[in-house]
C-alpha cells in the first residue's frame, strides 16, 4: 500500500503551502481516480507519490518503506510513472528501446525484453513505427509510447498523470480496458490523475477529490 | 540602495564592469575586494545572505572541482607540499586555482544584481540602449526559457531513474555519457519549442510595424548616477589594492 501521512509541501517559490497535513492511501488491486481544480495539487501528488518529489513534512511510504530513505531506481521496481507530458519520459533512439530501455534494466533477457516490448507495441498500435525516432511520433503516438513503456515495467503500482490526453476514444477506451485488467489480473495499483469524470466515472473504483 | 529601485541600465552596467573587472585583475587580493563589493551590492540591495546562499550552492562543487584541478594539476612554480618526494601544490597552481575560483564566483554573483526587477524592464533599458527590439526581446526569451529547461532536464533524469538507471553508482565517465544522452531530447524540445514560439509571435504580428513605440520610458535619476559613479570609483580603487600591498 502507498501511504501519505500528514504531509505538507511547498514549493521553493511559493508562500502558501500546496499541501498541508494532507492524508491518503493507495491499495493494491484498486483504480484510484484523483481529481481536483487547476493547480490543486494533483500533478505535485503524483510526483509525491513517486518519490519525484519529497515532503517538508510527514511521509509518503510505498508498502511501508519511505520514499526518503530510497533511490529513485528502487522505487522505480515498484512504482510506474507516467509524466503529464509524454516529451520528458522518451529518451531513446527508437520506439523499441524507449520500451526495452526499463525491462533491459530491470535485468530480462534479451528474448523476454523484445518480447514484451512487441507485445505492448503492438498493443498501443506502435508496431509500424518501432524503428523511428520517438520525437517524430504525434503527440497521441507519444503518450501511448510512453504509456507503454510505463506498463511493460509490470510494477506493484502505477500512477498515470493525465494518461488520456490525447488518446482518441478508442484509444481510451482501450486504456481502461487495459488499466482493469492490469488490475485484477496482476493485482496492479493504479492512481489515475484525471479530469475526465466519464473516465473516471467508468475505470475507478474510488475518487479522491484534491480540495483547493 | 535597494536594487528594485535602481535604473535597469545601472544594474546591466555593474554587471558588466564587475564581471569585466573579475577577469582582467590578476591579483587574488583584488579579487577577494571585488567579491566583497559584490556581495555588499546584493545584501546592500534587499538579498538575505541565506538567499545567495540558496541560488550559488549549486556551484560550489564545480568551483571545489576547479580548484582541485587547477591546484594539483599545474606544475610551474616552488613546491609548497610535497607527498612521498613529489611535489603535489605549488605556489603558481595555487595562485591559478584562487583565481579562476574567485573570478566564477564574483561572474555568478554579479549576474545576481539582475535578478531585480521586471523583465519588460531590461527589454525597455535594452531598447533605449539602441538594441534591437527583436534581439533584446530574444535575449530575454531565451532568459524566461532557461528555468523551464532545467525543471524539464530535471523529468527526464526522473523519468530514467524510475525506469530503473542508476545514475549515482556508476562511474563519472558513464555517468558524463548517460547525461549527454539524456539531455539529447531536452535539447531537441527546445529547439522545437522557439520554432512553435516564434510561428506563435509572428501570428500576433510581431515585427509587422519596423519601429515599435512604447508607452513607458525609462528615465535616469541623479540617484541611479551617483549610485553607479560610487560603485565604478570603488572597482578603479580596488585595481590599485596591489601596489598598496606591494610597498
Given amino acids: 500500500m502507498i501511504t501519505v501521512e500528514q504531509i505538507t509541501y511547498l514549493y521553493p517559490h511559493s508562500d502558501t503551502p500546496i499541501f498541508q497535513d494532507f492524508s491518503a492511501h493507495f491499495k493494491r488491486g484498486e483504480i484510484v481516480a484523483v481529481s481536483g481544480k487547476n493547480g490543486s495539487g494533483k500533478t505535485t501528488l503524483s510526483k509525491l507519490l513517486a518519490g519525484i518529489l519529497q515532503p517538508q513534512k510527514g511521509s509518503v511510504c510505498i508498502d ?13 521496481q515498484k512504482v510506474g510513472y507516467l509524466f503529464q507530458n509524454p516529451n520528458r519520459q522518451l529518451f531513446c533512439e527508437t520506439v523499441f528501446r524507449e520500451i526495452t530501455f526499463g525491462l533491459n534494466n530491470q535485468g530480462l533477457k534479451k528474448q523476454q525484453a523484445t518480447e514484451k516490448a ?8 506502435l508496431a509500424s513505427y518501432r524503428d523511428d525516432y520517438p520525437g517524430h511520433l504525434s503527440h497521441g503516438e507519444k503518450q501511448r509510447l510512453a504509456l507503454a513503456a510505463v506498463l511493460a515495467l509490470g510494477t506493484d503500482y502505477v500512477v498515470l498523470d493525465e494518461p488520456t490526453i490525447g488518446l482518441d476514444m478508442l484509444r481510451r477506451r482501450e486504456l481502461g480496458e487495459l488499466l482493469l485488467k492490469l488490475c485484477k489480473e496482476s493485482n496492479c495499483g493504479i492512481v489515475l490523475i ?19 | ?27 587574488p587580493f583584488s579579487l577577494a575586494a571585488l567579491l566583497v563589493l559584490a556581495l555588499f551590492i546584493l545584501m546592500a540591495g534587499g538579498l538575505k545572505p541565506v538567499q545567495v546562499w540558496v541560488k550559488a550552492r549549486g556551484l560550489c562543487g564545480l568551483i571545489l572541482m576547479l580548484f582541485l584541478i587547477q591546484c594539483l594539476f599545474n606544475r610551474a612554480g616552488e613546491p609548497l607540499l610535497w607527498l612521498f618526494n613529489m611535489p603535489i601544490v605549488t605556489d603558481f597552481g595555487l595562485n591559478t586555482a584562487l583565481l579562476v575560483s574567485l573570478r566564477l564566483l ?25 538594441v534591437p527590439y527583436e534581439i533584446a526581446f530574444m535575449v530575454l526569451a531565451a532568459l524566461r526559457f532557461l528555468p523551464i529547461l532545467r525543471e524539464e532536464a530535471q523529468d527526464v533524469i526522473c523519468a530514467a531513474q524510475l525506469r530503473g538507471l542508476r545514475i549515482k553508482k556508476t562511474g563519472l565517465f558513464h555517468k558524463l555519457k548517460v547525461y549527454i544522452s539524456l539531455m539529447l531530447p531536452v535539447v531537441a524540445g527546445a529547439i522545437h519549442r522557439a520554432e512553435q514560439l516564434s510561428f506563435a509571435m509572428e501570428a500576433r504580428a510581431f515585427r509587422a510595424n519596423s519601429h515599435r513605440s512604447s508607452m513607458r520610458r525609462l528615465r535616469l535619476r541623479v540617484v541611479d548616477v551617483f549610485y553607479a559613479l560610487v560603485i565604478l570609483m570603488a572597482v578603479i580603487a580596488i585595481a590599485f589594492i596591489p601596489l598598496l600591498t606591494i610597498n
Wanted: charged residues 20%; hydrophobic residues 50%.
Fill in chain 2, 106 to 130: 564574483i561572474i555568478v554573483l554579479s549576474a545576481m544584481i539582475v535578478l531585480f526587477g521586471e523583465s519588460r524592464d531590461y527589454l525597455l533599458a535594452l531598447t533605449q540602449c539602441k
Fill in chain 2, 1 to 27: 540602495m535597494n536594487l528594485q529601485m535602481v535604473d535597469p541600465r545601472i544594474k546591466i552596467l555593474l554587471l558588466l564592469t564587475i564581471s569585466s573587472a573579475a577577469l582582467i585583475f590578476p591579483h
Fill in chain 1, 64 to 76: 511501508g518503506l519511505s520514499t526518503k530513505s530510497q533511490d529513485l531506481f528502487e522505487i522505480g
Fill in chain 1, 194 to 212: 484525471c479530469q475526465e469524470a466519464e473516465f473516471m466515472a467508468r475505470y475507478a473504483e474510488r475518487e479522491l477529490v484534491i480540495p483547493v
Fill in chain 1, 118 to 125: 512487441d507485445y505492448y507495441l503492438n498493443y498501443f498500435n
